[in-house]
């Protein structure tokens, strides 16, 4: 599988296997997670996407449970976690309201907490979740930077944030952010729209897609865009998801989608999307199906 360069010392497979549903399965034990793991190996997706929320910060732990009982797993994985969110559930159970928290206090806890519950000794890629409205930028522009150099977090990076607040965090760093992990899909064509796309490709940063179908509408929905997508796969002999993904694979931009499902067989099929080949008028028949009308 093709690698993307993040940066002069990290690379990621070109898919990345997403885990916010990892611990809503019925089965979170640890071979069936190893499971899951091999068979994204198999098809050369190496890079893990997780976050200390998902599950009700459970996941983490669900994967360390993987990783602790085969250790070789670990050196065959780039993992991606996040942190900044608080909502009042599993170790933050006491919160009295859902918040951001980009103070270096809590970075530092949920760093440790992620390295805890995975069973790790590094982070590969950290991310801030969520542009954080009551964010200090030097102080939390220097904890990235101090994470970095402790060796604990390897990169760092960002997930929802617009050109502005990549800017400010930016601008206290001494780190270069490899990524921000966006929504942007067939479903939701909001970056290609409103410059934020634009911004990133002219920095030459490698984005991460995540909900890529859409949050799953895209497999199931009705209308124009359901049977451009229909028929594409029935020429190339996929299904829906395969070719959604590949819209966003045959952007010159290098976006890196993040694709996540508990069904063994859909894991299985996952690059599947690698094989759709989109020329340029096949691309816009898919955007325009999206967009609702004609490009102007």
């Known amino acids: 599988m093709q690698r993307i360069k993040l940066n002069s010392d990290l690379d990621f497979s070109r898919l990345v296997y997403g885990m916010w549903r990892l611990g809503d399965d019925a089965d979170t034990s640890s071979a069936f997670v190893e499971k899951k793991i091999q068979t994204c190996l198999d098809q050369g997706i190496t890079t893990f996407d997780q976050a200390d929320i998902y599950g009700g910060y459970r996941a983490e732990a669900v994967l360390g449970g993987a990783l602790k009982a085969n250790k070789a797993l670990r050196s065959k994985m780039e993992i991606v976690t996040k942190c900044d969110i608080v909502a009042p559930a599993g170790r933050h159970s006491a919160a009295k309201v859902k918040h951001y928290d980009t103070s270096r206090a809590h970075i530092e806890a949920s760093v440790e907490s992620s390295l805890s519950d995975m069973g790790i000794d590094h982070i590969d890629l950290l991310l801030i979740h969520r542009p954080d409205p009551f964010m200090d930028h030097h102080e939390t522009g220097a904890t990235l930077d101090d994470l970095v150099k402790s060796g604990k977090v390897r990169h760092v990076g960002v997930s929802n944030f617009r050109p502005w607040d990549w800017e400010l965090l930016q601008s206290a760093m001494a780190t270069q952010l490899a990524t921000n992990q966006i929504e942007i899909s067939l479903g939701e064509l909001g970056p290609f729209i409103n410059g934020d796309l634009a911004f990133h490709q002219r920095l030459g940063t490698k984005l991460m897609a995540w909900s890529p179908l859409g949050g799953g509408a895209l497999m199931t929905g009705a209308g124009p865009l359901a049977g451009v997508l229909d028929e594409i796969a029935a020429e190339q002999n996929v299904d829906r998801a395969a070719v959604a ?52």
Request: charged share 20%; proline share 8%; aromatic share 8%.
């Open 245 to 296: 993904v590949a819209f966003l694979l045959a952007h010159p931009a290098g976006l890196l989608p993040v694709l996540g499902t508990n069904n063994p067989e859909r894991i299985a099929r996952i690059s599947d999307s690698l094989m759709v080949k989109l020329d340029r008028q096949t691309w816009f028949r898919l955007y325009e199906a999206a967009l609702g009308k004609e490009v102007p």
